[in-house]
């Protein structure tokens, strides 16, 4: 993975992930020359000794505000923050089959319009530096995404979800500003992300 050519490596996950399994896998790719991204689904795994930013997801479209800002109090609460490398993140989250949407309970029958809206509300209201469009485990409709691009004037678009193919990963990047590429790895192999990385050159 981190000789594909992608651009940095996110350490992440919904589901059973541990500050013990996140440090493992941190050794593992510390090595190579690229910029690595701990995104915690919890505050318990969010590291900072070795890692250059830290992504904080805020699920938008959750139907309890613990996903929205009560998971983060508790963050600020009870850990030490090194704020400089803190990147908030807009959850636009689509999938209802995900993890993470039957964990935060996310309506996800959201339209381009709707999503539009909350991307709107992140970006101008609430200033979020990332919109994350997050379809995780399927691939997503293309006019929802390009629907959130148009409605943003400073925040960068991140796409996950689906991208298994360079032909995927090339119409995402019509719209996205970012692709991120998670499942196809364990699925397609290495091969899989190298032809996401040359479509999106």
């Known amino acids: 993975v981190a000789t594909s050519g992608t651009d940095a490596l996110m350490l992440s996950g919904t589901l059973n992930v541990t500050p013990e399994n996140l440090a493992d896998l941190y050794l593992c790719v510390k090595?190579?020359?690229?910029?690595?991204?701990?995104?915690?689904?919890?505050?318990?795994?969010?590291?900072?000794?070795?890692?250059?930013?830290?992504?904080?997801?805020?699920v938008l479209n959750a139907d309890h505000p613990r996903w929205i800002v009560g998971q983060h109090r508790r963050w600020v609460r009870d850990f030490d923050i090194d704020w400089n490398r803190v990147v908030p993140e807009a959850y636009i989250v689509l999938n209802p089959a995900s993890s993470v949407a039957q964990v935060t309970g996310a309506d996800c029958s959201l339209s381009p319009a709707d999503a539009a809206a909350y991307a709107r509300v992140a970006d101008c209201y609430f200033r979020f530096p990332v919109v994350y469009i997050e379809y995780s485990g399927t691939y997503g409709d293309p006019l929802v995404v390009q629907a959130v691009a148009d409605s943003v004037s400073h925040a960068r678009v991140f796409y996950g979800g689906g991208i298994d193919s360079g032909e995927r990963a090339a119409e995402m990047i019509e719209y996205a500003d970012t692709i991120v590429v998670g499942n196809a790895v364990y699925e397609a192999g290495t091969d899989a992300l190298r032809a996401t990385v040359r479509a999106v050159r």
């Open 31 to 58: 090595e190579y020359d690229l910029p690595i991204v701990v995104e915690p689904a919890d505050p318990a795994g969010a590291r900072f000794d070795g890692i250059d930013l830290v992504f904080v997801p805020s």
